[in-house]
């Protein structure tokens, strides 16, 4: 979805901020969001695979109880945040469906992206399949093939 008049300038405007105070280039920051979530700050997706293989193993050890467990292999909002990755970055909320608040999300989701940015050198496209976890091998093209939309 490119921009729009029917594009919620508020949403903008948080993605335009957050992409500032996070040393992201916002038309990048914007392209992840309409990838990940077509701008919907409700967006919501469980990701089982990611359960299995990191989150079942911290709750069978009794580090967390089920609730928090299941929410953690959940991805929230704009920028599809997962939970865990949101914890390990400071999210201190009691609720993980907090993530669902645009500049909460988008926050976590800067940090995120920065971190993905850094180990890579800067490289857009290895730090974009570093942040989708690269279970998607055309997800840095999709991506940046939104970017135009935003610049």
Excluded at 46 to 51: D, K, N
Excluded at 78 to 95: K, M
Aim: glycine share 8%; net charge neutral.
């Amino acid at each position: 979805m490119a921009p729009s008049a029917s594009l919620d300038t508020t949403l903008i405007s948080l993605v335009r901020d957050a992409a500032g105070v996070g040393g992201i280039d916002y038309s990048l920051l914007a392209a992840l969001v309409e990838q990940e979530s077509g701008w919907n700050q409700w967006a919501v997706r469980y990701e089982p695979a990611f359960f299995s293989k990191y989150i079942s193993p911290i709750y069978t050890a009794g580090k967390i109880n089920a609730t928090e467990a299941w929410l953690r292999a959940y991805s929230w909002g704009l920028g599809q945040i997962l939970g865990e990755v949101a914890r390990e970055l400071g999210f201190t909320g009691p609720f993980l469906p907090e993530l669902c608040d645009p500049a909460t999300n988008l926050k976590y989701v800067c940090l995120k992206l920065k971190k993905c940015l850094d180990r890579n050198n800067g490289d857009v496209t290895k730090a974009l399949q570093e942040y989708n976890g690269g279970s998607n091998p055309t997800y840095a093209q999709q991506v940046q093939d939104r970017v135009k939309h935003y610049s």
